[in-house]
């Protein structure tokens, strides 16, 4: 099993959540976070003051799947999240070595 996660535009959360979904995946955690990469933030004028904001609000989307589907919630995300600027997010995916299902104790790929 991999879980994937990705930080993205807050635009795009539902062409990448109805995307997944479509695709089969059965469930995710959406998260608010803010966050700085190559965009290094941006400059505001509030009242007649500039401000320099650092931390740009983004959306962070996790979901553990099968090995299988891997490559392909990969392309969706990339399809789906692009808009070509810098600040479109990033991937993260990582090996998981069990899941568990507490309402049945059902583990292993079952549980997801």
């Known amino acids: 099993m991999k879980k994937v996660d990705c930080v993205i535009r807050n635009a795009k959360l539902e062409e990448v959540k109805e995307a997944l979904g479509n695709f089969g995946v059965k469930g995710m ?12 933030g941006k400059t505001e ?3 007649g003051n500039t401000y320099k904001v650092n931390l740009l609000p983004k959306v962070k989307i996790e979901v553990v799947i099968p090995d299988n589907l891997l490559d392909g919630v990969i ?8 808009t070509g600027e810098i600040g479109d997010g990033k991937i993260f ?11 049945t104790g059902e583990s292993g790929e079952s549980a997801i």
């Open 29 to 40: 955690t959406v998260t608010n976070v803010i966050g700085c990469g190559l965009q290094k």
């Open 45 to 47: 004028v509030y009242r």
């Open 75 to 82: 392309d969706i995300i990339i399809k789906n999240a692009r």
């Open 93 to 103: 995916v990582y090996d998981v070595l069990n899941s568990v299902r507490i309402r």
